[in-house]
């Protein structure tokens, strides 16, 4: 029974029961209305604001559609669409400050501290637990939105190649962003949905050239908004600030921020920004200074050096050129770089994929190896076969799923780029 309806710029109204309207209300679900869904795009994409809050509103919306359908054919019950929209809703309950920019730091310090593990923690181990647990239990709901039930229909339902998530997320960040790449004809998708005989998600083949359009507004979407230059500069300013702040004793250890909630509830972008503006005024580390009066006055670094590639993922045949450069990049500790400093000399490597899967995969290895292929996306054609999209000559998908745009940029200061991009020239040998 619907207890209250929200409304939603990109869908309009979405119906919330009783339950979902507690987990809403909590403060640690509240907490994803201070976290920016795209991070630092707003700086080049002023539209760019929206949040995690309204993103998992939408991906509920989402599975609500594709659930009701499929409680229809039979295929789950009503039970299985009360977890799912559970998951859904709280699939992003663990993301960072600017949602991916500090999760990158955080990896590479922190081994479980991806935001879907992070996530699970929070809902087994905070209070929002207790509202799950009246009903549902909370552990069940953290393996859905982490890929890792034992149904695997759930599984490919919030966290595969066609997932609620990604759909709402490329509907959502196009709408506020204004970039129009990735519009697709999402409805076209959840009419034709279904479930085969291997419990695998598919899409009826009337439904492929909308699944089509969907795989390639995301990599339009990937290589013009989420890879975008700019975005990638502030990234690496508010990583290594993150870092400097992590050293100074600013933010704490992941141990604090996995198992303290009154922190963890302030742990946002808020939270950030006030940090950022304390580091601007402090004078023991100046390094941290500079950076953090950068990210505050939209300061951006600026680009030295580019070398870009479109290959095929079953060649890896790459410009000699972007080998050189990724080598410089991989041994970076080790390079000379004259008198500029290496604290800043940033890389960003954006590599777009149209697919995850490709042509090379094993596809005829399916019934041996459910988990290998469970992200794929599935076609059921006329004949009621399902095949990976990926596989089927008819589809322009088999001949571009191989293709990923491969970038390496490298960033500094204004006063250092003319230095930089005659140094790495030469260590490039061009």
Known sequence: MIAKEIYDNVYGFIGVNQLELEIIDHPLFQRLKNIKQLGMAYTVFPGAVHTRFSHSLGVMHLVNKIGAKLIDD?????????????????????????????????????????????????????????????????????????????????????????????????????????????????????????????????????????????????????????????????????????????????????????????????????????????SAKQETNQYLKQIAKMILTREHLNQAYEVK????????????????????????????????PKKWIFFDAPDVRFSKLTPYFDIERINDTIDEMSEAIYIQLEDGTTKPIVSLSTSIIKHIAPWRLKTIRVFTLKQYKQKLKDKVDQLVGT
């Open 74 to 278: 039979s295929l789950i019950t009503e039970d299985d669409l009360s977890k799912l929209r559970l998951a859904a809703l709280l699939h992003d309950i663990g993301h960072y400050p600017l949602s991916h920019t500090i999760e990158t730091p955080m990896l590479k310090k922190y081994d479980d501290s991806h935001h879907e593990i992070l996530g699970k923690k929070v809902l087994n181990n905070f209070s929002i637990s207790d509202i799950l647990n009246s009903n549902y239990d909370s552990k069940e709901i953290g393996l859905i939105f982490n890929g890792q039930s034992l149904n695997q229909t759930f599984n490919q339902l919030i966290h595969s190649e066609l997932d609620v998530d990604r759909m709402d997320y490329l509907l959502r960040d196009s709408y506020n962003t204004g970039v129009h790449y990735g519009q697709f004809d999402y409805e076209q998708i959840l009419r034709k949905i279904s479930v085969d005989e291997n419990n695998l998600l598919c899409v009826d083949h009337k439904a492929i050239h909308a699944v089509e359009n969907y795989i390639t507004s995301r990599y339009y979407m990937y290589s013009q908004v989420y890879s975008h230059k700019t975005i990638g500069s502030f990234d690496q300013l508010v990583c290594s600030a993150y870092i400097e702040m992590e050293n100074e004793g600013l933010v704490p250890e992941y141990e604090t921020i996995q198992s303290d909630e009154e922190f963890f509830n302030n742990y946002d972008d808020h939270y950030l920004i006030t940090l950022l503006r304390l």
């Open 309 to 340: 590639d479109l290959i095929d993922f079953s060649e890896e045949k790459v410009l000699p050129k972007y080998t050189l450069t990724k080598h410089i990049m991989d041994n970076f500790d080790t390079q000379d770089f004259g008198d500029i």
